[in-house]
C-alpha cells in the first residue's frame, strides 16, 4: 500500500464523519442520519480511497515464463517464415555458406528489444526472449550442420518465427493476467475495507450507547424519568 497525505486524510475521514453526526444529535439538529447510515457513508467515501492507493504492480507480479507455459503455444507463422526466408536465397548467393545456429541467434535475438517493449517488465522479457532464442536455436539446428545453406537459412527462420510467436502471446498474456490480478485485487480491498468499517461502527456504536447509559444512571430520579418519557 502506498502512503503519504492520502493515508492520514483517510485515517481522520470515518472519526471526522462520526463525531458530525453525534455532535448534531446532541445540538438537536437532525441530519436524517443515525449512525448506520453514518457507517455506511464512511464506508462509500473511504473505501475508494484505500484501494486507489494500492499498488498492484507489488501485489500482481507475473511472471511471463509462467504465462507462456501456462497457454502459449504457438508455432511459427507461415508468414513470418516466408518474410525471414526472403533473404536467404540472396545470402546463400553471396557467401555459399549458412551457419544455422549462430544466424538464427543474431537474427531471433534482434528482435526480442521490438518484442519487450510493450512488456510489462521489459528486464525480464528480454531475458526470457533470449533464453528461447538460444535454446530454440539450439533445438531446431542441431542437426542441421551439414544441410545445404538455404536448408540452415530456412531452419533459422523457423526457430526465430516460433520464439517471436510465443514471446508476443507472452507478453499479451502477461497484461491480461494483470489486469484481471487488478480487478480482483481492488474488489477484495472493497470488501475488505467494508468490513473493518462496519467494525469500527459496531465498537463507535457500543461505545456512544455505554456512554448514554452511564450518563442516565448518574442522573437525578426525576430526569431519569423525563428522559424516559421523552
Request: glycine share 6%.
Amino acid at each position: 500500500m502506498k502512503t503519504g497525505t492520502g493515508s492520514f486524510a483517510r485515517r481522520l475521514l470515518l472519526p471526522c464523519l462520526l463525531l458530525v453526526s453525534f455532535g448534531a444529535a446532541a445540538c438537536g439538529l437532525n441530519f436524517s442520519l443515525d449512525l448506520t447510515e453514518t457507517c455506511t457513508l464512511a464506508a462509500k467515501m473511504e473505501c475508494p480511497l484505500v484501494c486507489a492507493l494500492m499498488d498492484t504492480t507489488s501485489t500482481c507480479h507475473v511472471e511471463i515464463a509462467a504465462e507462456v507455459d501456462a497457454g502459449c503455444n504457438n508455432g511459427a507463422t507461415e508468414e513470418c517464415v516466408t518474410g525471414c526466408g526472403s533473404h536467404c536465397g540472396a545470402d546463400c548467393q553471396a557467401t555459399a555458406a549458412s551457419n544455422c545456429d549462430s544466424n538464427c541467434k543474431a537474427q531471433c535475438g534482434g528482435q526480442c528489444s521490438a518484442l519487450c517493449a510493450a512488456a510489462l517488465d521489459p528486464n525480464q522479457c528480454m531475458s526470457f526472449c533470449n533464453s528461447q532464442c538460444t535454446n530454440t536455436c539450439a533445438a531446431t539446428c542441431a542437426s542441421d550442420s551439414q544441410s545445404t545453406c538455404q536448408s540452415q537459412c530456412n531452419d533459422a527462420c523457423q526457430a526465430t518465427c516460433t520464439v517471436q510467436a510465443n514471446v508476443a502471446c507472452g507478453v499479451h498474456a502477461s497484461a491480461s493476467a494483470m489486469v484481471a490480478c487488478a480487478a480482483q485485487a481492488a474488489a477484495q480491498c472493497s470488501a475488505d475495507c467494508s468490513s473493518q468499517v462496519a467494525l469500527k461502527c459496531s465498537a463507535q456504536a457500543s461505545a456512544s450507547a455505554s456512554a448514554d447509559g452511564g450518563r442516565d444512571a448518574g442522573a437525578p430520579p426525576a430526569q431519569r424519568q423525563e428522559a424516559g418519557t421523552q
